[in-house]
């Protein structure tokens, strides 16, 4: 039930293409959903969240899905770049606002690799 | 730059030894949560303090143990370590504990 199943566990695509990264839950209490991005030998970096009364967020070029019904939400980046190429973790977390507390539940991550 | 800062980067250690790993959180955030990156784990949470009290516990286990300072930065104290000890570890900080969360830099330990 605390389980982030993340697919696929790794992505080319072609520069100029949509890179799109999918993850699953199945605790509805979860509130908050990040993507970090890591690039090797850095921490994970946050990118974009979302919570659950949104279906859709946008920054730039990456676009948050959130389909609350089937438990799903998903990453777009629109126009990737050979720079996005890193490793993306989706995630998710309840917050305890009475505990001041929102540990991460992160899925196993996706390699994404874009081709000049 | 997160403005986290691990240290020490990358450590080199024996079975059965001791460590200790530490973090300084952003300058203002009251919130320290750890982390532990291994290839057959993934990134999963250990534990976390605010403002020098324990919150959260994760999938710690019993021979690590993490404190908080006065001064807010945490160490996370590895004993009795085992070849499967051998990770990353990452500090995050985060304002008040239910906000964004900024990861450092990480600390590579190897255990031999």
């Known amino acids: 039930q605390q389980q982030v199943k993340q697919s696929p566990q790794s992505l080319i695509v072609q520069k100029g293409g949509i890179s799109i990264i999918n993850c699953a839950y199945e605790?509805?209490?979860?509130?908050?959903f990040p993507w970090y991005q890591q690039f090797p030998g850095k921490g994970p970096a946050l990118l974009i969240a979302?919570?659950?009364?949104?279906s859709e967020k946008k920054e730039g070029r990456f676009t948050i899905s959130f389909n609350k019904s089937a438990k799903q939400f998903s990453l777009h980046i629109m126009d990737s770049q050979p720079g996005d190429s890193a490793t993306y973790f989706c995630a998710a977390s309840i917050g305890d606002y009475g505990g001041a507390t929102n540990k991460l539940i992160f899925g196993t991550g996706t390699l994404l690799a874009v081709q000049p | 730059d997160s403005g986290v800062t691990q240290t020490p980067k990358h450590l080199i250690t024996a079975t059965g030894q001791r460590v200790t790993l530490r973090c300084s959180p952003r300058?203002?955030?009251?919130?320290v949560y750890w982390y532990q990156q291994s290839l057959d784990q993934g990134l999963q949470f250990l534990i976390q303090?605010?403002?020098?009290?324990?919150?959260a516990k994760g999938n710690i286990l019993e021979r690590f143990s993490a404190q908080q300072f006065p001064d807010l930065h945490s160490e996370l104290n590895l004993s009795s370590l085992e070849l499967g000890d051998s990770a990353l570890y990452f500090c995050?900080?985060?304002?008040?504990?239910?906000?964004?969360?900024?990861f450092g830099p990480g600390t590579r330990l190897t255990v031999l």
């Open positions: 995050a900080s985060s304002v008040q504990g239910l906000d964004t969360q900024y």
């Open positions: 605790n509805t209490a979860f509130d908050y």
């Open positions: 303090y605010y403002n020098g009290e324990e919150r």
């Open positions: 300058s203002g955030d009251l919130s």
């Open positions: 979302i919570r659950p009364d949104v």
